[in-house]
């Protein structure tokens, strides 16, 4: 190892890892979908990080309002007017389209803030204290963030604060063996069913809100079926329950509208966001609220505040970043590109008996690895992270799940690159095949 990455290990904790095996790669450079690390060695960049670098590495219109803004006023207290606040608030809504006309926001500075104060929004408009979301979610590793999690992640967080129940949500290829579907209207029933059997045995009148992960993403990008969310809404409403859409990952043109609700026929009465908001140049998130729960705060005091809130910086960010979609037709983009991405996924899945299924929805996709088509058995966790070494050996850097493999690349990649890219994955899952 390099004196940078031994001094890594030496001062920093490394996230989700037990720190003594860890080898972290020294990374000097990146432009466009593409890093470098210090031996000169290039990676594609096929999970835009973190699915945050949406506009990719070295975008100049990013970096030049985050400097002209540190050189006008890099600080001032949230408590302040200024420009880029209010300039990257009117683009947010504006962005999330008429459902939210006359509604606001509450910036934070990354996803799980976002929906820590999310939370507490919705527990001061309802008067309610419980929450429901999926099993297969992640909503950050904060604490209240944790307990909306389902998935293992949130272990560390318990026992935690209390008011937080989960319910099975859509993934047919992992639904019970005595389940079947006759078609998506069959998956929609059922899992409809899961969320008001969750909503009765909680009692319906305790519930402040109900979080999804618009579509789910970490755990298996798993789109849900078209009239999904259009029920989940009139749950909603039938029991007096906000709608909160967790758009941190899906969010910023990721599936290919500007927020993944917008495909699917819903209003939510929030979104949480973070990642594309700012592509990973500056830290920013937030929630934006609909009109009805903005006025609420009018009279009542909202009890929410961090120091960062609405950082200059961010938020001179955001307003270039959602330029730049515009400028550089990322919908457009990503209808196209998502198509090849979707065409190849599909000889994938033909071609490798390791892949179970290859979820994909605009330029975003998870292979989900398997030992035995037959019977779903999963992919080992240590065998997927051993999947991920074999990419990045062969320069094809991205992150595994359990038994997914997160395949999301900067949403400006061309068709060309994206082959290119799949082609590594191809090879490697060759070898997984062998295995």
Sequence with gaps: MSNISEKSKKYNLHSWSAQKALKPAVITKAQGIFFWDEDGKKYYDMSAQLVNSNLGHGNKALIKAIKDQADRLPFIGPGYAIDVRSDAAEALIDFAGPAFRGGKVFFTNAGAEANENALKIAKQYTGRWKFLSMYNSYHGSSFGASELTGEPRRFAAEPG????????????????????????????KYYLDRLEESITREGSDLIA???????????????????????????????????????????????????????????????????????GYVPLGGAIVKKEIAKHFDDNKMWNGLTYSAHPMGCACCVAAIAEYERLDIANNVAKVGKVLSDELDKIEEKHRCVGEARRIGLFAQVELVKDRATKEPLSVPDAAKVVGLLKSKGFATYNNLNGIMIAPPLIITAKELREGLAILDEVLSEVDAW
């Design 161 to 188: 604060v209390p008011g937080f129940y989960h319910f099975d949500g859509p993934y047919p290829y992992r639904a019970p063996a005595q389940v079947t579907f006759k078609d998506e209207a069959d998956q929609t």
């Design 209 to 279: 809100a109900v979080f999804v992960e618009t579509v789910v993403g970490s755990n298996g990008v798993l789109a849900p079926p078209k009239d999904y969310l259009p029920g989940v809404k009139k749950l909603c409403e039938k029991y007096g329950i906000l709608l909160v859409c967790d758009e941190v990952m899906a969010g910023f043109y990721r599936t290919g509208t500007k927020f993944a609700f917008q495909q699917f026929g819903v209003k939510p009465d929030i979104i949480t966001f973070a990642k594309g908001s700012t592509c």
